[in-house]
């Protein structure tokens, strides 16, 4: 095994966190995780429109309409302006 070898995810840039130890270390440091997801995924929703957060998320078009439904952002005028 190289000396370079990481023995936890995390620990070289191709070998990336899984959700799991992230989990861990944000609750090891008191940080609530589903509010921070639900606070990113509002924050994401604000700015991309529903159907660049499905696709860069992986989530289905109807839960990225919630998602930007919870943000209270309108995308009706920026698609009126791109046609």
Same mark, same amino acid.
Request: aromatic share 6%; proline share 6%; hydrophobic share 45%.
């Given at each position: 095994m190289p000396y370079w070898h990481a023995t936890r995810p995390g620990q070289l840039a191709d070998q990336p966190i899984t959700a799991h130890c992230l989990t861990a270390k944000l609750r090891r440091y008191g940080l609530p995780v589903v509010p921070l *997801?639900?606070?990113? +995924?509002? !924050?994401?929703?604000?700015? +991309? %429109? %529903?159907s660049v957060? &499905? &696709?860069?998320?992986?989530? &289905? $078009?109807?839960?990225? $309409?919630?998602? !930007? *439904?919870r943000a209270g952002r309108d995308w009706?005028?920026?698609l009126a302006s791109r046609t």
């Open positions: *997801r639900n606070s990113a +995924l509002v !924050t994401l929703a604000a700015d +991309l %429109p %529903p957060l &499905s &696709s860069l998320l992986g989530i &289905s $078009l109807t839960n990225a $309409l919630q998602w !930007t *439904r009706n005028a920026y």
